[in-house]
């Protein structure tokens, strides 16, 4: 029988060889907290919408933590060529090889991403070394993952009110779902046997900042409305929500709090 290896099957298969090999390459075994958190979105957007939040739930997990670091493209970095098509664009990390697993965390959480607090989305199994970057899926959401189903079986939920500078208003329910796993997340670290865990911060302004919401439907009208599949709002949404970016990742010293 011929059996097909997924990516993600070699990526398990390497971490486990990486940390069973820990003590024979000087790496240590080791664990530590995984969790996320959100900053608001201030201010009107691009388009001229300033947005007021009302719930955002995001299905998280696995995260993969690797050695390998991403290089930004200078050329990349200036130029958007989505936006010659009418879209959006998103970070380019130019040449980006993932190299050595280093951790991973397998569990999958519904995160509510106006907490108050982060949420812990679980305990990486890992070894010492230099972290260089992160892998970050965000998949449909599963009775299992999503129990309140605050996600209504997709990977993002945004609910809230955008206002225009010129007046009008459009409540939104925005869902929408990834094709893949976020790669090239950037997380340096040289990681030791310190205590402490990492944070992954979600910037709520790259997920709405490039949202025009008059194209959502008509405004005024005070019900809900769905960002329609082919409208420029959804494509943003989605865009903004794949943007590298978006992602903030940085090491808390200390226990957990």
Known sequence: ????????????????????????????RRTFPVEVTARPMTG??????????????????????????VLLSRRWRDFDWYTLVGGTASAHPGHYVPGDALAEVLSTATVDLLATSPTVLGEANAVTGDYGSLELTLPVATGASDAQGALN???????????????????????ANLPKPIEGIRFERELGTEQGRARITV???KWLG????????????????????????????????????????????????
């Open 44 to 69: 009107a957007n691009e388009h001229g919408w300033t947005v007021t939040l009302t719930a955002v739930h995001a299905s998280v997990g696995p995260v993969r933590f690797f050695e390998g670091r």
């Open 210 to 257: 490039r949202i025009d919401f008059g194209t959502v439907g008509v405004p005024d009208t005070g019900a809900e409305q769905p960002f329609p599949a082919s409208s420029q709002a959804m494509n943003a949404l989605v865009r903004g929500v794949e943007d590298t970016s978006a992602y903030a990742v940085a090491w808390v010293d200390g226990g957990a709090q």
């Open 203 to 205: 910037d709520l302004a």
């Open 1 to 28: 029988m011929r059996h097909t290896l997924t990516r993600h099957t070699v990526l398990r298969a390497a971490l486990a060889l990486t940390v069973l090999a820990g003590c024979g390459t000087g790496q240590e």
């Open 153 to 175: 079986g997709h990977t993002v939920r945004v609910r809230g009110e955008a206002v225009h500078t010129d007046g009008r208003k459009v409540r939104f329910d925005a869902q």
